[in-house]
């Protein structure tokens, strides 16, 4: 059994940072992406970042891009959100994912559809 547990976020000031966690367990895949995606109140769930085994490939939101930095540890069994220059604009719950079977294409991977396990959701507000 997959399973995706959060930690972090919380409330900070426009400028600040913050960092998300996402811990896996159960995972036997050797390739795999793991992604994070937001949803503000009133608005549809957006990818955000999103990563392969060993970090091999990134992507990122154009909103996010330059500010947040997703990354893996080296057991691969935790990956982080740093979220740097936080903005009003970000505040939303914030979600980890887990694909783990293919295809694995640009398009796909930036799709909420594509992803069979999540995390529980973690709420991220930015004061201006």
């Known amino acids: 059994q997959v399973r995706l547990v959060q930690s972090g976020g919380g409330l900070m000031q426009a400028g600040g940072s913050l960092r998300l966690s996402c811990a896996v367990s159960?995972?036997?895949?050797?390739?795999?992406?793991m992604a994070w995606f937001r949803q503000a109140p009133g608005k549809e769930r957006e990818f955000v970042a999103a990563?392969?085994?060993?970090?091999?490939?990134?992507y990122y939101a154009d909103s996010v891009k330059g500010r947040f930095t997703v990354s893996e540890d080296n057991d691969g069994d935790t990956v982080h959100l740093q979220m740097n220059n936080l903005e009003p604009d970000d505040t939303a719950v914030y979600s980890c994912?887990?694909?783990?079977?293919?295809?694995?294409?640009?398009?796909?991977?930036?799709?909420?559809?594509?992803?069979?396990?999540w995390g529980q959701g973690t709420q991220v507000t930015v004061s201006s």
């Open positions: 994912a887990a694909r783990l079977l293919g295809p694995f294409s640009a398009t796909i991977i930036k799709l909420h559809s594509a992803y069979n396990y």
């Open positions: 159960g995972r036997t895949s050797s390739t795999y992406f």
């Open positions: 990563i392969s085994q060993r970090g091999s490939t990134v």
